[in-house]
Structures are given as structure tokens and as C-alpha cells.
């Protein structure tokens, strides 16, 4: 063969190589989409960062816009995973189990914060500085907040039916709360009211956040708290970050604290879920479980502590959600 028909054929076989090549790792190329809450978008970033080091080959593509349209991404397919500052709405699964014939998977993958609005605070209840309320419980806030009773036997309307005496005996309790629809609000029924409606509306005062282009902000919980400082016989519910010298919280059983939250004993904690897709007796997508256990494994979880406002899970916790992805 001439020297130059040989040069030829090694850079027709070099050139096929080279597009077998590429084909290859476009084939082993692996996207995983994520949709949900932009108030995780610090924390995502180092998440997929992390894993995208570890993983080759492998992209991690954020579109976190909101829980609200987080989830319906998953359900129509365009996310394989969705981070949400709250569980799934009943409609949201209705949605999904619509088009997929089953219910969405989901696993906790951080607490809510302790004093970070819009980061899945938790609840906490608020009295006017000058009352003397020493401690709230949860049978308490279901005879306050509801007219069909779960835990309590029947309302509670003024301050004397809480053991209060004096001016404050006969004085009808005011109460301050969230859009009882808000993701926060519904959170609140849930706990508190095992899901109902039904609530003390003679008495009761709704807040939304103020809406902004495009969203809305995180501050129901700063109206709330303003409205009680001028209020004396107001009980509220708000989140520890917009405290003020006028308004005190009251503790539920238990004080609200980092270590109370994070270890899941104060009651009005919040989690953080993952939402995926995942059909009865199949194994979870390889992508998705691997992504969900570094979430979890002690180095997702460090990232956790470090972003400075959602709260890790408990090592037993985290063990706990990572065996649901087997």
C-alpha cells in the first residue's frame, strides 16, 4: 500500500474512533432535572456540584421556580425530582396519580428552619408582651382555631377558658394567623387540626405575603406580628425571625429551639420532601436514588448546616429516609 493511501486510512480509522468516542459518552451521559423551591437554590447549587464531581458524566439541571411548580413538573414529566419547602398537596398527588396511575414516592430530606422566612419555619404562637400566657398545647390551639374538635371537647373563645384572671378573664381571644390556603397555613390545619376547615372565623384574622412581579414575598408573618403589637388580647402565628419587643413567644409543650426542632420535638416543625416517580414494585430510578443518598449521607447533610437556614436531619432520620430508597 502507498505511504499515503496507509496515512489516510489511520485518519479515516482515527476519525471513527473519535465518533465512536463521543457517541459513547453521549450515550453514558446521565441528566437529572430538578424542579422546585428557589429557596434552595444556594443549597442545590452545592449539592449538585458535589455530586456532579463524584459522578461523571452525569448533569444536574435546576429549574426551582416553586413548590407549586415544582410538582407539576414532576407530574408531567418535565423534573425527575421535586424539592418542596412542604409535603405535597392532596390535589398535587391526585394530579400526579391522574397521569402516572400511582402516587408519587417521597422522602424528607431536610428540617425546616428555625427563624428563616421563607425556608420552612417553624410555626410558633405569639401573645402581646403584657400577657401573662406561661404555655400553650396542642388540645389547647384545637379548641382556640377550631369548631370541630380533634383533640379538645370545646372552644376556647376568651383568655379566662386559658387560666387567665383579672381584665383578662372575660377578654375574647383575637386570633392572627396565616392564609389558612398558604402552604404555611395548611400546614398549621394539618398538625393542629387533623386537616379541617372548620375554623373560629368570628375571631380570626388572615394574612398572604405581599405580592410581588412575578411571586410573592415571605412576609404574612411580619403583618401578623405588627398586628398583634397592637393588640393586647391577640394569640398569633408566625415564625421566630420576625419577633419584635412588643410580642413574646409562647412555648407549645416545648420551646421552639434549634435542637427541639431538629429533633423533631417541638410540634409545629416542618419538613422538607422530595417528591419522585416511582412505580409499585420497580426500584427506584438509579439516578434519582443516587442523588437522594448523597442528599442524605453525612456529607449532603453537612451542606445542610453550612447553607445557614434549612436544619439537617438527625442521623437516625436520614437513615431512616435513605432505606425507603431500596
Known sequence: MRPGATFGLL?????FALVRINADEAT???VLRLSGNPEMTSLV???SAAFEKSHRNTRVETHLTGSDTGMAALYTGQADLALLGRSPTLSEI?????IHHYKPAQVEIMTGSLDHAGKSPALVLFVHRDNPLAMLTLEQLDAIFGT???LAPADLLIWGQLGLTGEWADKPIHLYAPDTMSGTGRFFRHVVLNDRRMMNWAQLTEFNDTAVPRGRTHDAGRQIIAALAQDRYGLAVASLDFTTAQVRPVPLTVTATRGTVIARQYPLTRAVMACYGRKPGVPVDPLVREFLRYILSREGQQAVTDDNGYL???AALAAEQSAKLE
Open 11 to 15: 485518519l479515516a480509522l482515527l476519525f
Open 45 to 47: 447549587a452545592r449539592w
Open 312 to 314: 439537617p436531619l438527625t
Open 28 to 30: 453514558a451521559s446521565r
Open 148 to 150: 370541630e374538635h380533634r
Open 94 to 98: 391526585q394530579a400526579f396519580e391522574w
